[in-house]
């Protein structure tokens, strides 16, 4: 598949997502409009119902007060005529046809007038009393007027009747501000939104009261509203994640797709030339000529050998690569002086490199250089680093390596550098990962596996130690270990 494909179907996937999380946002805020909006329909009407319960407790009693007196009397005297009443049924009449027949009564006629009087006087008191309160109002104090108790219990009655049952605070004030009551627990939280209501609205403005009322955890109670989408919004973010590691992983695989495909095709030519060389030595070893020769047959069967231990070195590094992916490597660790094993393998190394112009110089200036390392391997690491600096050298100018040591600590530090070709900036985190090789333009000369670096990076963290790579395009580069002392 190509990468531009995997780009459209990435992009269209996440198209989708994105749409489908702003359409969930939009859905969850506007079930949380609508949930605050019911929220505070139902305070408004618990409000006004506890105002209206407040203010009928207050006409109740007042009408009781002012009738207690009449009621005493009225008991008295329907029990004086109580014999004469008890058998007289009175016709729904008119208060005048009853006050003209007072004047042609008899006395039974006068003991029923007199009932008909108070009952008469007691429903105009009545009707007083009701136009006093409905229209005139207290001149109580407001605090005198309220059973707070009393109001607390009817409002929280109120709110759990209209669906909400959450804690709530409350404090009552007066029409200039002044603070007559704030219930025990009261606290502030949650008062970013207060909610109001007129006690007594049919009074003066200087006698009616106004609550205030608020709700710590009414956000807790509008989001248990919407509870039930956030598994939807969870697994829609799980989806997303899942979906981002599968392209990542895509790519990844395509990657090193591309990277395996390149090592097999760098084995191939690796393989190709001493597998040719063996063959034409062979055919060679055929002619009787070269038999009968002893200096050519010599020469022959050396380019036998070399070649053979060519492929068998390719070989190895691959065999060395795996055991390291399975763990399974083993290292034969002895002292060493790190110092002395340079010097040799840059003795043996210098030849190669003034062979192709170059100059490698020494700078061992650890005083201490005892490692504990493997021999082999550890030539090997070495090896390797010189060997890519004559690789990867400039062709514009002569190859200068150098390969110094110091002490830092307790570590061993072992620095290669070369003026080579350089490495870019964005190659160079990626230079010690297997199979991974660096571009190097149109040049065809320089062979590999991919497995050098990679190589070198397993050896040395095997060895308790640690590299890494400094480099500038078109200047050279250095790789510096870093190794661990006997103590």
Known sequence: MKKSTIWVIAALVGFTFATLLFLQAKYFEEVIAMRREQFNESVTRSLYQAARILEMSEMRKSVEESLMPEADSTSRTTAAHDHTAAHTTLPSLTKDYFLNRLDNS??????????????????????????????QGSDKPLAERIDFRKFDSDLRQQLRSNGISIDYHFYVTTSDDSVIYRCPDFVEAGDNQV???LLFPKDPPAQTGLLYIHFPEMRRYLLSSVRFMTPAIFFTFLLLLIFIFTIWTIFRQKRLTEIKNDFINNMTHEFKTPISTISLAAQMLRDPSVTKSEAMFNHISGIIVDETKR??????KVLQMSMFDRKAA???????????????????????VEADGGHLTTNLEAENAEVFVDEMHFTNVIFNLMDNAVKYKSPDRQLQLSVTTKNDGNHLLI?????????????LKKIFEK?????????????????????????VQAHGGTIHAESTLGRGTRFIISLPLIA
């Open 435 to 459: 199979f991974y090789r660096v571009h190097t333009g149109n040049r065809h000369d320089v062979k590999g596996f991919g497995l050098g670096l990679a190589y070198v990076r397993n050896i």
């Open 106 to 135: 008899d006395a039974t006629e006068e003991a029923l007038a007199d009932t008909l009087r108070q009952r008469i006087s007691k429903q105009d008191q009545l009707n007083n009393v009701i136009s006093s309160i409905l229209y």
């Open 330 to 352: 083993t290292f034969k660790q002895k002292e060493l002086n790190a110092n002395a094993l340079i010097e040799d393998i840059a003795n043996t190394f210098r030849l190669k």
């Open 415 to 427: 620095r290669i550098e070369d003026n080579g070709i350089g490495i870019r900036k964005e190659d």
């Open 195 to 197: 909610f109001r209501q």
């Open 311 to 316: 492929l068998r070195f390719q070989v190895e």
